[in-house]
Nanobody
Framework: QVQLVESGGDLVQAGGSLRLSCVAS????????MAWYRRAPGKQREPVAT???????DYADSVKGRFTISRDNAKNTVYLQMNSLKPEDTAVYYC?????????WGQGTQVTVSS
Protein backbone atom coordinates (compact mmCIF):
# COMPACT_ATOMS: atom_id res chain seq x y z
CA GLN A 1 0.00 0.00 0.00
CA VAL A 2 1.22 3.47 -0.90
CA GLN A 3 0.10 6.77 0.56
CA LEU A 4 0.86 10.12 -1.06
CA VAL A 5 0.22 13.27 0.95
CA GLU A 6 0.48 16.68 -0.70
CA SER A 7 0.93 20.00 1.05
CA GLY A 8 1.83 23.57 0.23
CA GLY A 9 -1.23 24.72 -1.68
CA ASP A 10 -2.39 28.24 -0.89
CA LEU A 11 -3.88 31.47 -2.20
CA VAL A 12 -1.23 33.63 -3.85
CA GLN A 13 -1.17 36.71 -6.04
CA ALA A 14 -0.16 36.55 -9.66
CA GLY A 15 3.60 36.64 -9.99
CA GLY A 16 4.10 34.92 -6.68
CA SER A 17 5.65 31.58 -5.82
CA LEU A 18 4.67 28.40 -4.02
CA ARG A 19 6.37 25.12 -3.30
CA LEU A 20 4.31 21.96 -3.18
CA SER A 21 5.51 18.85 -1.38
CA CYS A 22 4.41 15.25 -1.67
CA VAL A 23 5.51 12.70 0.88
CA ALA A 24 5.22 9.04 -0.02
CA SER A 25 4.84 6.38 2.63
CA UNK A 26 4.19 2.68 2.67
CA UNK A 27 5.65 0.50 -0.07
CA UNK A 28 7.65 3.21 -1.81
CA UNK A 29 10.24 0.99 -3.48
CA UNK A 30 10.51 0.76 -7.25
CA UNK A 31 8.69 3.90 -8.37
CA UNK A 32 9.46 4.40 -12.05
CA UNK A 33 8.48 8.03 -11.89
CA MET A 34 6.74 10.63 -9.80
CA ALA A 35 4.75 13.51 -11.15
CA TRP A 36 2.46 16.41 -10.51
CA TYR A 37 -0.89 16.73 -12.24
CA ARG A 38 -3.53 19.41 -11.92
CA ARG A 39 -7.24 19.78 -12.51
CA ALA A 40 -8.57 23.26 -13.13
CA PRO A 41 -12.26 24.03 -12.65
CA GLY A 42 -14.27 22.58 -15.53
CA LYS A 43 -11.25 20.91 -17.09
CA GLN A 44 -9.72 17.47 -17.17
CA ARG A 45 -6.73 16.52 -15.10
CA GLU A 46 -3.50 17.22 -16.96
CA PRO A 47 0.17 16.41 -16.35
CA VAL A 48 2.30 19.30 -15.15
CA ALA A 49 5.74 17.85 -14.46
CA THR A 50 7.35 14.42 -14.24
CA UNK A 51 10.60 13.17 -12.79
CA UNK A 52 11.96 9.72 -13.47
CA UNK A 53 13.85 7.49 -11.07
CA UNK A 54 17.00 8.60 -12.90
CA UNK A 55 16.16 12.25 -12.32
CA UNK A 56 15.07 13.09 -15.86
CA UNK A 57 12.37 15.73 -15.93
CA ASP A 58 9.60 16.72 -18.30
CA TYR A 59 7.21 19.65 -18.20
CA ALA A 60 4.00 20.77 -19.78
CA ASP A 61 4.62 23.60 -22.23
CA SER A 62 2.47 25.92 -20.14
CA VAL A 63 4.80 25.72 -17.13
CA LYS A 64 8.23 25.38 -18.74
CA GLY A 65 10.64 27.93 -17.34
CA ARG A 66 8.39 28.65 -14.36
CA PHE A 67 7.99 25.33 -12.52
CA THR A 68 10.68 22.95 -11.30
CA ILE A 69 10.13 19.39 -10.13
CA SER A 70 12.64 17.70 -7.85
CA ARG A 71 12.79 14.70 -5.57
CA ASP A 72 14.56 13.71 -2.37
CA ASN A 73 14.75 9.94 -2.44
CA ALA A 74 16.02 9.73 1.13
CA LYS A 75 12.86 11.50 2.30
CA ASN A 76 10.53 9.86 -0.24
CA THR A 77 9.45 13.36 -1.18
CA VAL A 78 8.83 15.10 -4.47
CA TYR A 79 8.57 18.87 -4.77
CA LEU A 80 7.12 21.30 -7.24
CA GLN A 81 8.57 24.79 -7.11
CA MET A 82 6.19 27.15 -8.86
CA ASN A 83 7.35 30.65 -9.77
CA SER A 84 5.74 33.48 -11.71
CA LEU A 85 2.33 32.04 -11.00
CA LYS A 86 -0.56 33.02 -13.24
CA PRO A 87 -4.32 32.93 -12.62
CA GLU A 88 -4.55 30.09 -15.13
CA ASP A 89 -2.40 27.98 -12.80
CA THR A 90 -5.35 27.85 -10.40
CA ALA A 91 -6.19 24.20 -9.89
CA VAL A 92 -6.10 21.26 -7.53
CA TYR A 93 -2.63 19.78 -7.79
CA TYR A 94 -2.21 16.03 -7.41
CA CYS A 95 0.87 13.98 -6.70
CA UNK A 96 1.31 10.81 -8.74
CA UNK A 97 3.66 7.86 -8.39
CA UNK A 98 3.92 5.14 -10.96
CA UNK A 99 5.19 1.60 -10.44
CA UNK A 100 5.06 -0.42 -13.65
CA UNK A 101 1.46 0.03 -14.84
CA UNK A 102 0.07 0.97 -11.44
CA UNK A 103 -0.64 4.59 -10.59
CA UNK A 104 -0.93 5.95 -7.07
CA TRP A 105 -2.54 9.31 -6.32
CA GLY A 106 -2.65 11.79 -3.48
CA GLN A 107 -5.75 13.61 -2.36
CA GLY A 108 -4.75 16.92 -3.92
CA THR A 109 -3.88 20.39 -2.70
CA GLN A 110 -5.58 23.59 -3.85
CA VAL A 111 -3.57 26.33 -5.52
CA THR A 112 -5.41 29.57 -6.19
CA VAL A 113 -3.74 32.45 -8.01
CA SER A 114 -5.50 35.80 -7.85
CA SER A 115 -5.06 38.46 -10.52
Amino acid sequence: QVQLVESGGDLVQAGGSLRLSCVASGSTFGFNSMAWYRRAPGKQREPVATISSAGNTDYADSVKGRFTISRDNAKNTVYLQMNSLKPEDTAVYYCNAKRSIVNFWGQGTQVTVSS
